[in-house]
């Protein structure tokens, strides 16, 4: 079927697959419409940390996500794009929670390569959109081309990448318009204090488990800190760290890095320690969930 007969069958509709629907699973680049597959290699609550920039756009349902130590909460007709490097996870969805989805390196779309600053931009921040009338058509039109492309048995590639960059091209002015039709929130010392702390505890590989430290960074009181965080969020400074410690420790598990070197490089002084701690925040001792996640 050609691309223009597959754009003509979903005018006004969303994506909708009349055969199997499909899973295209690459190096440097994935193209998912069936959330299958995407629920295997993604545990429910699992931190990961992607090296591809990752789209999803909601066609059913909804789910909740962790992207960046902050919560989002997604239903049909949402996009959410997920920058590389960024720790995130599942926490949550219902039943018909249906995305489709493509991911894509750096290197892959030769993003340094281009010359459109806004665009790598975009790239680099999360963003959360509501998507309506003719914009979900035209961007769902894009994910049936790559199916298109990718159906093939020896796929243009270079006809791929153009596609993906369309569509960026396509987001990028959608992007702005929620931008600048979101309502303008009053931004107090505190509320700049609690986004500088997510920063300097989200560059961080393994987080500095002292208040202190983080006080002493941003140049203010362990006590303004802690009360900066927590009428943000609601949480206090030690539960972020403990979950980024947790999502550290996770990722050690996974690579069998050997418990006593992962308690020392996670500050938790030793293996007793470091059981301990991961059974109060998981419910689970290291081996069990290493077990279990298998």
Same mark, same amino acid.
């Given at each position: 079927?050609?691309?223009?007969?597959?754009? &003509?069958?979903?005018?006004?509709?969303?994506?909708?697959?009349?055969?199997?629907?499909?899973?295209?699973?690459?190096?440097?680049?994935?193209?998912?419409?069936?959330?299958?597959?995407?629920?295997?290699?993604?545990?429910?609550?699992?931190?990961?940390?992607?090296?591809?920039?990752?789209?999803? =756009?909601?066609?059913?349902?909804?789910?909740?996500?962790?992207?960046?130590?902050?919560?989002?909460?997604?239903?049909?007709?949402?996009?959410?794009?997920?920058?590389?490097?960024?720790?995130?996870?599942?926490?949550?969805?219902?039943?018909?929670?249906?995305?489709?989805?493509?991911?894509?390196?750096?290197?892959?779309?030769?993003?340094?390569?281009?010359?459109?600053?806004?665009?790598?931009?975009?790239?680099?921040?999360?963003?959360?959109?509501?998507?309506?009338?003719?914009?979900?058509?035209?961007?769902?039109?894009?994910?049936?081309?790559?199916?298109?492309?990718?159906?093939?048995?020896?796929?243009?590639?270079?006809?791929?990448?153009?596609?993906?960059?369309?569509?960026?091209?396509?987001?990028?002015?959608?992007?702005?318009?929620?931008?600048?039709?979101?309502?303008?929130?009053?931004?107090?010392?505190?509320?700049?204090?609690?986004?500088?702390?997510?920063? =300097?505890?989200?560059?961080?590989?393994?987080?500095?488990?002292?208040?202190?430290?983080?006080?002493?960074?941003? &140049?203010?009181?362990?006590?303004?800190?802690?009360?900066?965080?927590?009428?943000?969020?609601? @949480?206090?400074?030690?539960?972020?760290?403990?979950?980024?410690?947790?999502?550290?420790?996770?990722?050690? =598990?996974?690579?069998?890095?050997?418990?006593?070197?992962?308690?020392?490089?996670?500050?938790?002084?030793?293996?007793?320690?470091?059981? @301990?701690?991961?059974?109060?925040?998981?419910?689970?001792?290291?081996?069990?969930?290493?077990?279990?996640?298998?």
């Amino acid at each position: 079927m050609e691309v223009q007969e597959i754009d &003509n069958k979903i005018k006004n509709l969303w994506i909708l697959f009349s055969d199997a629907e499909k899973n295209y699973i690459r190096t440097d680049h994935t193209l998912t419409l069936d959330p299958k597959s995407f629920y295997h290699v993604y545990k429910w609550g699992t931190p990961v940390i992607s090296k591809e920039v990752r789209i999803l =756009l909601i066609k059913e349902g909804t789910a909740k996500y962790t992207v960046g130590y902050q919560k989002y909460s997604v239903k049909a007709g949402d996009l959410l794009l997920l920058p590389s490097d960024v720790v995130f996870s599942l926490d949550f969805k219902s039943e018909d929670y249906h995305p489709y989805g493509f991911s894509f390196t750096h290197e892959f779309i030769g993003l340094d390569t281009l010359q459109n600053a806004q665009l790598k931009n975009m790239l680099n921040e999360v963003l959360h959109l509501k998507i309506e009338g003719e914009d979900i058509t035209m961007l769902s039109s894009f994910f049936l081309k790559m199916c298109c492309f990718l159906d093939n048995k020896n796929p243009n590639l270079s006809g791929f990448k153009s596609i993906i960059l369309s569509f960026l091209y396509m987001l990028y002015p959608i992007a702005e318009q929620n931008k600048y039709n979101a309502p303008p929130k009053a931004v107090t010392h505190r509320h700049e204090v609690f986004l500088d702390f997510l920063k =300097l505890l989200r560059g961080m590989d393994i987080p500095e488990r002292s208040v202190k430290h983080y006080a002493e960074a941003l &140049n203010v009181t362990e006590n303004y800190l802690s009360t900066a965080v927590k009428e943000e969020s609601g @949480r206090t400074v030690m539960q972020y760290i403990n979950e980024k410690t947790v999502a550290c420790i996770k990722i050690y =598990l996974a690579k069998d890095v050997p418990l006593e070197e992962i308690a020392e490089k996670t500050k938790l002084g030793n293996t007793s320690s470091l059981g @301990r701690f991961f059974k109060k925040e998981t419910g689970q001792t290291p081996m069990e969930y290493k077990t279990s996640n298998k």
